[in-house]
């Protein structure tokens, strides 16, 4: 067969039209999300006061194995898609391996990473839906840039509570979402009742995605006509980020590549949600033994050493109660330079293809990963985000492996973002500086004392 090209796109017939809904395709569903004050399933009513109505349908669609993808998104999709599979040729040669190595980058738009994928999906059904005001949390920054652009597309007023230690470490991520129209609000903040608690108890914190969620919750209940929107670990957004891993199926197809391993990093679980969804489902199928890696950062490390359990998705104990890898919404990461993985939940979809064996996860320290993305970004040219710095050591390790045992693998992993925004942590990496944090077990414990008792669902 002929040499693969350096980067297989997609045309625009090519483009998907429809979305992987992952449920569908598992023989076990992930449970039901809680009302944390009854514990019975959420209905759609309760959820639709915060979220938006077709967002809502989608959370609880556990039948349809494809959900179309509407015009109005697809359009807003050809502006940045498709994104390119790139045969990494030159780490290849620089890490001297006998395997392929191959990376869908979702950092070719202004946000810089995949988050574009769903905040689009989003803006686009709250605009359907009539709504003229939405709230978000942004870790990193990423999805407020993201949803500041989907926003200034489809005309919507946008509050985004960034966690405060980004916004110190991101000013210029700030900058953007400005740009775009979005209002930044520094969190935790003096504007909610949540942000105020949180700020008498720990006057000095950083903050974290989890107090921003509630705070961006709070506002969003207040607001008319104003809903709350989540760049990450909904099943939802896992299926609009299935657009990545579609594409990703159809460039192998056309070039005929055949992947043994496929790697992700994971923050809440939907870029490499989204990447494994048509892999998982041939697994699942028992069509494929395709090894599936789902890597983090070990300074939060929710499902290597997580607890399978209810929890709430917010530190502020405001959210429904969802099933998932966790340490506790209590457990506040130390500050890795991974903004987007410092979530201390994962997926519910994650969680469960997980907990029944499908997928395998690895946590990695931030300075080897801070290695990987400087070999990366030698050989490659790219300056990948450290998030997604993640799933490329993963994917060097394998590499790496195949050189000494001489196996020809295939090994696709998402290279989910760039680091552009994230210049303080490669300061801090040249410099030598960075450190390692990882969470002691009593650490650990501390979170896990603070999960909710769930009568009869343990
Ligand atoms: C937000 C983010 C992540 C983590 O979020 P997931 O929902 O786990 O995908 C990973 N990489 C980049 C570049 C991000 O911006």
């Known amino acids: ?82 994104s390119p599979l790139v045969r990494a040729y030159c780490l290849e040669r620089q890490l001297d391996t006998p395997a392929e190595i191959y990376y869908k980058f979702e950092g070719t738009n202004t946000s810089g990473s995949h988050k574009l994928n769903s905040a689009a999906a989003q803006v686009y059904y709250a605009k359907e839906q009539g709504l003229t005001h939405l709230t978000t949390e942004t870790g990193a920054g990423q999805w407020g840039t993201a949803l500041s652009m989907a926003c200034a597309y489809y005309n919507i007023d946008l509050t985004v509570f960034m966690v405060k230690v980004s916004s110190q470490q991101k000013p210029y991520r700030k900058a953007v979402i400005e740009t775009y129209g979005g209002k930044v609000v520094a969190s935790p903040s003096d504007t909610t009742e949540i942000g105020r608690k949180i700020l008498s108890e720990h006057p000095d914190t950083g903050g974290s995605l989890g107090c921003a969620i509630s705070e961006a919750l709070e506002t969003a209940v207040q607001t008319d006509n104003c809903r709350y929107v989540l760049g990450s670990v909904l099943d939802h957004v896992l299926l609009h980020q299935t657009i990545i891993g579609q594409e990703t199926r159809i460039a192998c197809e056309k070039h005929g590549i055949k992947p043994d391993i496929i790697i992700g990093c994971t923050g809440g679980g939907s870029n490499f949600g989204g990447l494994i969804a048509p892999f998982i489902s041939e697994k699942i199928a028992g069509k494929s ?66 907990n029944d064996g499908y997928i395998e996860a690895r946590a990695v320290e931030q300075t080897s990963v801070f290695d990987a993305a400087t070999v990366f970004a030698r050989s490659e040219g790219i300056l990948p985000a450290p ?65 909710p008792k769930v009568p009869n669902r343990e």
């Not at 939060?300 to 966790?326: E, I, N, V």
């Not at 077990?441 to 004392?449: M, Q, R, S, V």
Request: hydrophobic share 35%; with cysteine.
């Open 289 to 354: 033994d395709v090894r599936i890696i789902g890597v983090e950062p070990a300074s939060c490390p929710s499902l290597t050493r997580g607890k399978y359990a209810y929890d709430f998705g917010d530190t502020g104990k405001t959210s429904p109660l969802m099933k998932m890898y966790t340490l506790g919404s209590g457990f506040i990461p130390s500050p890795s330079h991974a903004g987007g993985l410092r979530f201390h939940g994962m997926s519910p979809i994650i969680s469960k293809l997980y």
């Open 1 to 82: 067969m002929a040499n693969v090209p350096y980067k297989i796109y997609l045309t625009e017939e090519e483009m998907p039209k429809y979305w992987i809904n992952m449920k569908a395709f598992m023989k076990e569903k992930p449970e039901p999300f809680l009302n944390p004050a009854t514990f019975q399933p959420c209905t759609a009513e309760e959820l639709e006061q915060v979220f938006c109505k077709e967002l809502v349908k989608q959370e609880q669609n556990t039948t349809d194995k494809y959900i179309e993808i509407p015009k109005g998104i697809r359009d807003f999709y050809k502006m940045y898609r498709p």
């Open 387 to 451: 998030e997604s710095a993640h799933a490329l050591l993963a994917a060097m390790e394998e590499a790496i492996k195949c050189r000494e045992t001489g196996e020809k693998k295939t090994i696709i992993f998402g290279l989910s973002g760039t680091g552009y925004f994230d210049m303080a942590a490669y300061v801090s990496y040249n410099s030598g500086t960075m450190v390692d944090y990882i969470p002691t077990d009593e650490d650990l414990e501390k979170g896990f004392a603070g999960l």
